[in-house]
Nanobody, 117 residues
Framework: QVQLGESGGGLVQPGESLRLSCAASGIIFAIPVMGWYRQAPGKERELVAIITSGGTTNYADFVKGRFTISRDNAKNTVYLQMNSLKPEDTAVYYC???????????WGQGTQVTVSS
């Protein structure tokens, strides 16, 4: 049974940084697509960034230049380095994985990121 375990969320001030981590267990091979979604109160869940096992990345426009997604295939772990955080980045961030971005089948429990003065 595949499980995703997230960590790294917290409370920070605008302009500060956080790094989220997500480790997958219960799977032998690297998950083809891993990524991060987020959901703010009263908002729809939105894609933040994805990365393939080959290293191809895609970012939402609102995080380009600020966030960096990376992964360690040997550890089946994905990271999200979040710099220059803004209050509008406040949300629950969910780790995800699956064979394609269109067929996500694994979800983490989520980690809260709060950006506030």
């Amino acid at each position: 049974q595949v499980q995703l375990g997230e960590s790294g969320g917290g409370l920070v001030q605008p302009g500060e940084s956080l790094r989220l981590s997500c480790a997958a267990s219960g799977i032998i091979f690297a998950i083809p697509v891993m990524g991060w979604y987020r959901q703010a109160p009263g908002k729809e869940r939105e894609l933040v960034a994805i990365i393939t096992s080959g290293g191809t990345t895609n970012y939402a426009d609102f995080v380009k230049g600020r966030f960096t997604i990376s992964r360690d295939n040997a550890k089946n772990t994905v990271y999200l380095q979040m710099n220059s955080l803004k209050p509008e980045d406040t949300a629950v961030y969910y780790c995800s994985g699956g064979p394609t971005v269109r067929s996500i089948r694994y979800w983490g429990q989520g980690t809260q990121v709060t950006v506030s003065s």
